[in-house]
């Protein structure tokens, strides 16, 4: 679904703008809460239980690279404040 999503993304910006699709590149995707579908379920002794159906947006918004695609960075696991505390500890234990 999400492969479906990007690709119908590159098509508008290559449609609309006239970007090449190798120049592009996933700039932000996220979710969003749909339209929650409310219907009843029946159960036992004239009882009704609601059922939710949720739905969900996928939006994913496309850049252009600096590169032209020829680089690719990946983001590092782990973030970048986790990574100015470990070298905060490293430096405190050789301090000590």
Known sequence: MIGKVVKSAV???????????????????????????????????GRAYPRLRRTCHLSVILTRSEDGGESSKKASPEGG????????????????
């Open 81 to 96: 404040a986790v990574k100015g505390r470990k070298k905060a500890a490293a430096k405190a234990d050789e301090e000590s």
């Open 11 to 45: 098509a508008n910006a290559t449609q609309k703008s006239g970007a090449e699709p190798e120049e592009l590149v996933v700039w932000r995707a996220f979710v969003d809460e749909g339209p929650t579908s409310k219907r009843w379920r029946p159960r036992a002794q």
